[in-house]
């Protein structure tokens, strides 16, 4: 149900989009989600299909890419770049560089709308 309610607000705001630009019909549309949202891209794709019938976003096609997730380091300010096992608990929050576990988790909690593609 995540994933739809996502879906439907990505939806949502290619549709305000189309107005604004005159866009007769969505092409394309290219996100990005973080690692950490837990979002199945699979299942991100079926709920778009669901979210957009009757709208002008129907029949576009989904481009979904993970996002990795990247962790600042509060000590020495290095990011780090993760990559996400099975399970949140599979890695550690720890700088490679300083071995500091003071940690901000920087990305991969959103979804992010990176291109749209579409028709006037
Ligand atoms: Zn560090």
């Known amino acids: 149900m995540h994933e ?11 549709q305000n989009l189309a107005k604004e630009q005159g866009m007769k019909r969505i092409d394309a549309v290219f996100l990005e989600v973080g690692e950490l949202t ?13 979210a957009s019938q009757g709208t002008v976003a129907e029949g576009s096609k989904v481009y979904v890419k993970r996002r990795l997730v990247c962790l600042k380091c509060t000590k020495c300010g290095r990011e ?18 300083c071995g500091s576990t003071d940690v901000e988790i920087d990305k991969g909690r959103e ?7 579409g028709s006037k």
């Not at 739809?4 to 290619?14: F, N, Q």
Request: glycine residues 0%; contains cysteine; positive net charge.
């Open 4 to 14: 739809l309610s996502l879906a439907m607000s990505v939806v949502e705001y290619l």
């Open 80 to 97: 780090n770049k993760i990559e996400l096992k099975d399970t949140i608990t599979d890695y550690s929050l720890k700088c490679s560089f």
């Open 38 to 50: 837990h979002v199945d891209p699979r299942q991100l794709r079926e709920s778009f299909k669901i």
């Open 111 to 117: 979804l992010l709308l990176k291109r749209v593609k």
